[in-house]
T-cell receptor, first 113, second 111 residues
Framework: QQQVKQSPQSLIVQKGGISIINCAYE??????FPWYQQFPGKGPALLIA?????SEKKEGRFTISFNKSAKQFSLHIMDSQPGDSATYFC????????????FGRGTSLIVHP | DGGITQSPKYLFRKEGQNVTLSCEQN?????MYWYRQDPGQGLRLIYY???????QKGDIAEGYSVSREKKESFPLTVTSAQKNPTAFYLC??????????FGPGTRLTVL
């Protein structure tokens, strides 16, 4: 049973456009929602994360929007650049507990110059 | 320079051989994890350990084994029982269950 559903599986945008990746979760006990960025042949690295006490978090061109009632969260990449081309994973976990993080299946983003 | 190291970067295995992938961290993290990554499959959890001398099976543990004799080290053995071991293997660690820090990965190919 997939507890975090991520979409789309792949995404192609033009340079300067907005990239949007969505995730939906089922377990209402989740209280930590990170996004990881992975370049080809490398390990994933934390990009940005949010906790459910806020509805939005912005770091530079990257923004997480969180909708607790809908159990959804999304990553927005503004002014997308070719260097943003990577695979993005959302995840959900229970902070400080023994629950193992659940990852979405990933979104392959290609930004054309 | 803190972080997670994995070795080797590339590994080739003949059918029927066991191979061991190394994972070391100097972040003083209690928890360590092994994931397998296949194209389009995301990250699948093989084994995890939250304390020295203890580890738990993940979603796809069959054909794999681990040990956790030291806090810094969490080696993964891919045994001959693993029928389709060709994949990208990622080790991660965390101080609790929120942010995970990943190593650079080992790409295993069966010849």
């Amino acid at each position: 049973q997939q507890q975090v559903k991520q979409s789309p599986q792949s995404l192609i945008v033009q340079k300067g456009g907005i990239s949007i990746i969505n995730c939906a979760y089922e377990n209402t006990a989740f209280d930590y929602f990170p996004w990881y960025q992975q370049f080809p042949g490398k390990g994933p690295a934390l990009l940005i994360a949010i906790r459910p006490d806020v509805s939005e978090k912005k770091e530079g061109r990257f923004t997480i929007s969180f909708n607790k009632s809908a159990k959804q969260f999304s990553l927005h990449i503004m002014d997308s650049q070719p260097g943003d081309s990577a695979t993005y994973f959302c995840a959900a976990s229970i902070e400080g507990g023994s629950y193992i993080p659940t990852f979405g299946r990933g979104t392959s983003l290609i930004v054309h110059p | 320079d803190g972080g997670i190291t994995q070795s080797p970067k590339y590994l080739f295995r003949k059918e029927g051989q066991n191979v061991t992938l190394s994972c070391e961290q100097n972040l003083n993290h209690d928890a360590m994890y092994w994931y397998r990554q296949d194209p389009g499959q995301g990250l699948r959890l093989i084994y995890y350990s939250q304390i020295v001398n203890d580890f738990q099976k993940g979603d796809i543990a069959e054909g794999y084994s681990v040990s956790r004799e030291k806090k810094e080290s969490f080696p993964l053995t891919v045994t001959s029982a693993q029928k389709n071991p060709t994949a990208f293997y990622l080790c991660a660690s965390s101080s609790n269950t929120d942010t995970q820090y990943f190593g650079p990965g080992t790409r295993l190919t069966v010849l």
